[in-house]
């Protein structure tokens, strides 16, 4: 008799506690949960508004789970504090789940890592991260311990990116929109996309990704966080560039086919270049520290402030280039010089997050 009571009672707690805390699954299908639904689906699972408040532009609320009982005559309590915080910016939603119990944290990101998710430093120890991010396709799960008056708060904020399937990628400034190399794998497909290393010289260096590399669609994508591969420094289109999987290959592509919204693109002759701009075009010569460096304030029908525009040249061996600090585009084509686009630089416009 007393084993059936407690397995009742083990049954019980076991159907409470399942029942009590919010499930990988289930985050990641509010994050597409109009407002209204979501609140209903959390007062459901006994969660109750305690508060809102605005960090900036985001909207923060706050649910605190009740904490329930079970058993009988000597009813057990749930001691576990649990909390979901919805942070919402414009159309973009957040959602933190914090509980005090290890056990159910341990359990959600064992969950996320049989879905796919992965972080690739989770069991490095060299490494001493505030958060681990584990990634797969289009959506994140950002892992972390905080600890309020004495308690450790474990922490899962999950975020879905809003990648239209219907929008096409026609320009360079498209490709903006792909901030981690778990989005380009979404949506281009693993095998055209490879992880790789930049070296900007002998011992700088930076984790990047390749699309299509090695092609004339090629495009480097430097990461602000190379820990993770996410939130873009600048895309590299056409040129040559040191990565570290091409050492050793004899045939290196450096055509590009990628066009930027005004026009421009990487092999553009200078000529065309100047009669797009509208204006002439100052740019660096070789006594300078980036020599064929298109400088901003050329910007006219063109807008070299969000990009480096890097010229080549056929034939500028001759001391008058080499002296040059500055040249300008009119007088170096009356001189005859054959110059071209090398290398765009794009980087993401000032002030919009890409993350």
């Avoid at 029908?301 to 890097?310: A, E, L, Q, S, Y």
């Amino acid at each position: 008799m007393k084993k059936l009571l407690l397995l009742s009672f083990c049954t019980a707690a076991a159907a409470m506690a399942k029942g009590q805390n919010l499930s990988a699954d289930k985050l990641m299908d509010m994050l597409s949960l109009p407002a209204a639904k979501a609140e209903s689906f959390l007062i459901s699972k006994k969660y109750r508004f305690t508060g809102e408040e605005y960090l900036g532009d985001t909207l923060v609320k706050t649910y605190q789970y009740s904490a329930a009982s079970f058993g009988g005559k000597k009813k057990q309590v749930d001691t576990s504090g649990r909390r979901l915080i919805r942070s919402v910016l414009k159309e973009t939603f957040i959602l933190t789940y914090q509980v005090t119990s290890a056990t159910e944290y341990r359990s959600m990101i064992a969950d996320l890592k049989k879905k796919g998710f992965y972080c690739e430093y989770e069991k490095d120890s060299t490494v001493r991260a505030a958060s681990y991010l584990y990634q797969h396709e289009d959506q994140t799960a950002d892992a972390s311990v905080r600890w309020e008056d004495g308690t450790a708060w474990y922490s899962v904020s999950f975020f879905k990116k809003i990648i239209p399937a219907d929008k096409g990628i026609y320009f360079a400034e498209d490709l903006l929109q792909f901030s981690s190399h778990e989005y380009l794998v979404y949506y281009f497909g693993a095998k055209n996309v490879k992880k790789d290393i930049y070296y900007f010289g002998k011992n700088d260096l930076a984790k990047c990704s390749v699309l299509l590399i090695n092609t004339k669609r090629q495009v480097i994508f430097i990461w602000k966080d190379g820990l993770n591969r996410r939130k873009i420094s600048s895309l590299l289109l056409g040129g040559h560039h040191k990565l570290k999987s091409l050492e050793g290959v004899d045939s290196v592509n450096t055509e590009n086919s990628w066009l930027l919204k005004s026009g421009i693109y990487a092999g553009m002759p200078l000529f065309d270049l100047r009669e797009l701009n509208r204006n002439n075009i100052a740019f660096c010569g070789g006594d300078a520290p980036n020599p064929g460096l298109v400088l901003p304030e050329s910007s006219d029908k063109v807008d070299f402030g969000n990009k480096d525009v890097i010229l080549s040249c056929t034939d500028c061996n001759d001391d008058k280039f080499i002296k040059s600090k500055i040249m300008y585009a009119d007088k170096a084509m009356k001189e005859g010089r054959q110059l071209f686009i090398f290398t765009i630089a794009l980087y993401p416009p000032p002030g919009i997050a890409f993350d």
